[in-house]
């Protein structure tokens, strides 16, 4: 069983930036996939990022491309969203997910793990 929290979200105008922690337990932490999921009022979940055991491969969505980082520390075993240059588009709870299986996977249905998620608000 592994357990994620995340912190980090909050309420910022445009342009601006916030980082995104998850901090998670698990002694083979550093064997998962992770990634980031957002979710907007009255819409499906949707894919931001995700990143391999390593660290070494990242993907992300084409709408946070250059403007999102997704990184780790699996010493820390923590998972991390840098989001710069935030725009109202982004608003959204964003949650934390870990993937027991070796092949990354931009589908919500393949973690195995949540987070209860952090609401980012950008405003206008």
């Known amino acids: 069983q592994v357990q994620l929290v995340e912190s980090g979200g909050g309420l910022v105008q445009a342009g601006g930036s916030l980082r995104l922690s998850c901090a998670a337990s698990?002694?083979?932490?550093?064997?998962?996939?992770m990634g980031w999921f957002r979710q907007a009022p009255g819409k499906e979940r949707e894919f931001v990022a995700h990143?391999?055991?390593?660290?070494?491969?990242?993907y992300y969505a084409d709408s946070v491309k250059g403007r999102f980082t997704i990184s780790r520390d699996n010493a820390k075993n923590t998972e991390y969203l840098q989001m710069n240059t935030l725009k109202p588009e982004d608003t959204a709870v964003y949650y934390c997910?870990?993937?027991?299986?070796?092949?990354?996977?931009?589908?919500?249905?393949?973690?195995?793990?949540w987070g209860q998620g952090t609401q980012v608000t950008v405003s206008a």
């Open positions: 997910a870990a993937d027991r299986s070796p092949y990354s996977s931009t589908w919500a249905s393949h973690y195995d793990y």
């Open positions: 698990g002694r083979t932490f550093s064997l998962y996939t």
């Open positions: 990143i391999n055991w390593s660290g070494g491969s990242t």
